[in-house]
C-alpha cells in the first residue's frame, strides 16, 4: 500500500466514530492503534525523505511524545528540521534552540510506562517565520551553561475532579452517567515547584499519586499552556472513576457557553432546561457536548472572554457559573449495557492507562481587534495552527560543526509563496492526482458572528460586525516550484467536475394516512379542524 493510500486510511479511521469516541472493544481498538501507526510512519518516512534530499542528511522523527531526542540522550550534536505542514508561517516555541532554556522534565513524564528514553532534559528555543509547507534546518550543539496586555484581568482557579459510580445505573463507552450532579475533588492539597527562565515559566504541581501538572507561560505567546499526567486512575473498592479537570472564575456567564463544531462554526450551549426557561438545569450528562478544538465563555456584563483548547476531542460542559469542566480520563469497572459487553479499564505495561494531555487557555476582549483580527478569530486560528504543529525531524551533527553548518544550503524551503494565501485560506488538500494533475482543496476560515455569543446582542442581524465571505485567491502567485496550464473545478469529494455534477431533487410532498373519501367526510363533519396527518419526505 502506498503511503497516499496510508494516509488516507489514516484520515479515515481518525474520523471513524467508534475510534474518537472510545466505544469499540478493546482488540478494536489496538487495531485502530495499529493502522493509525503505520499509517504515521508512512507518512514521516516520506516527509523525511523529502527532507533527506534537500538537507542532504538522514532524519528522523518520533510523534509519540516519549522520545524527542537519541535514545541514550547524550549526543553532543545534532540537527534539527522544522516542518510546516500549515500554508501559513508560524512564529511559536518550539523544542529546538536559538536563545534556549534547558528544562528538567518532570518525574511524572520519566515514569510514563512505556518510555525508553534517557533524557532528562527539554529544550526551548523560538524558531520563527517556517516558510508555509516547507521547513527550516537548525544546528544544535551544547554549550556552557512578551504577551499581549490588554488591561483585561481575570481571576482563575484550577482543579481535578472525579464522578463516582453508584450501584444503580452505571457510565461505559455509550454513556455518562455518574451517581452525582457535582464531581469530588482528588485533593484539597496541592504541592508545586517554580522554574523561572527568559522564555519559559513554569509552576509544576503535584495533585496526588495518580496526577501531576506543569502551567507554563511562553515569551511572547497570549495563553497559557496546562500539561497533566493522569494514571493509572486507582479503582479500589468502587467501581470506576471518570476524572475532570474544572476553570473556575470570575465571568458571569449566566449557564451560556459555546462548542465548537467539528473545529467549525460556535454553537451555543446552555444547561438550561429550555422547556422551563431559567427555573430549572438539566442534569449534568444532558450538558455535556463534544468539544474538537474549543470551549469558550464569555462575561454577559463585561467583554471578557476566556477559551479552553484541548489537545483532543473531550466532553465539555459550563454547568456552574463561571466554569469550563473538560473530561480528561475514564477508567470503569462497568458496563453500560448499550452493546460494548466490555468495561472501559484500559491497561497498558500492565497497569491503567496513563494519560498525557495537554489544554490552552486564552483570555481576551473579544469586541478588541489585533492585528485586524477579533479575538474569535484568533483563537480560531490558534486552534488550527495547534491542531497542525511542525513537525521535528533529527540528524546526527558529529559530522559537521559551526563553521560548515554557516556553508550548508537549503536551510529553509517552501512550496508556496510566503505571502502567497490570503489570512483566512487554508490549503485543506494539496495530493499528486494523476497524468501530472494534483487534487487541491481550498477551505474558507472566516466564521460568521454568532448571535447573541461570543458577539454583542444585536437585534438587527445587519448590525453584526462580519467581514466578506468572499475572498479572491490568485493560484499564479501561490506555487513556486509549478507552471499551472490549467484549473477545472470539482465536487468536494472530487469524483465529479463540478459542471456535470447533479443533485438529487428530493421534492417534498404530502402523503396522507387516510383515504381522500374519509379525510374529504371527516373535513364536512368538521370544518374547522385539519384531522389528516402527513409526513414530509
Known sequence: MTSICKTNLFSTIAMDLPSSFGTSQQHVANDFVRILSEAMDASTKKVSNLLRLKCKTQLKVDLTGKDTVPKDGTATSSKLSVNNSRCHSPAQILYEEVEYQLVPLPTAIINIPGRSSSAIQELYFEAENIPPLGYSAFYITPVRDQLHVDGLTVQVSQNFYYYGQGQGVQSGAYSF??????????TERVTYQTIKGSLIKE?????????TQIIRLYRGEEFLDVEWIIGPVPI??????EVVTVFT????????????????????????NESLGQQQKKPVPSCYYPVTSRICIHSLNSSVEMCVLPDR????????????????????????????????NEEDHGVGLVIKGRHRIYVGNFR??????????????????????????????????????????????????????????????????????????????????????????????????????????????????????????????????????????WSTRRLLLKSEEALAKKKETQPKSETGRYVNL
Not at 479500589?236 to 472513576?241: A, E, P, R, S
Open 177 to 186: 452517567r455518574p451517581d452525582k450532579q457535582r464531581p469530588t475533588p482528588v
Open 203 to 211: 509552576i509544576r504541581q503535584r495533585f496526588n499519586d495518580w496526577i
Open 236 to 241: 479500589g473498592t468502587d467501581l470506576g472513576k
Open 249 to 272: 472564575t470570575n465571568i458571569s456567564n449566566n449557564g451560556q457557553f459555546y462548542t465548537d463544531s467539528n473545529g467549525r462554526q460556535m454553537i451555543k450551549r446552555t444547561c438550561w
Open 313 to 344: 476531542t473531550q466532553g465539555g460542559t459550563s454547568y456552574n457559573e463561571g466554569e469550563i469542566e473538560l473530561m480528561v480520563h475514564r477508567r470503569l469497572l462497568t458496563d453500560d449495557g448499550f452493546g460494548l459487553e466490555e468495561s472501559l
Open 368 to 505: 478588541q481587534e489585533i492585528d485586524e483580527l477579533t479575538f474569535s478569530e484568533r483563537i480560531s486560528h490558534a486552534a488550527r495552527r495547534w491542531q497542525m504543529e511542525p513537525w521535528m525531524f533529527f540528524a546526527s551533527g558529529e559530522k559537521i560543526n559551526r563553521r560548515k553548518w554557516q556553508n550548508v544550503r537549503n536551510k529553509r524551503y517552501s512550496s508556496i509563496r510566503l505571502h502567497g494565501l490570503p489570512r483566512h485560506i487554508h490549503i485543506l488538500t494539496l495530493e499528486p492526482w494523476k497524468a501530472g494533475s494534483v487534487l487541491l482543496r481550498l477551505e474558507n476560515t472566516l466564521e460568521k458572528p454568532v448571535r447573541g455569543g461570543l458577539h454583542e446582542k444585536l437585534d438587527n442581524p445587519d448590525d453584526f460586525p462580519s467581514k466578506s465571505s468572499h475572498i479572491t485567491v490568485e493560484l499564479k502567485k501561490i506555487f513556486l516550484q509549478w507552471k499551472i496550464k490549467m484549473v477545472k473545478e470539482t465536487t468536494l469529494a472530487a469524483n465529479q467536475w463540478l459542471e456535470d455534477a447533479r443533485q438529487m431533487d
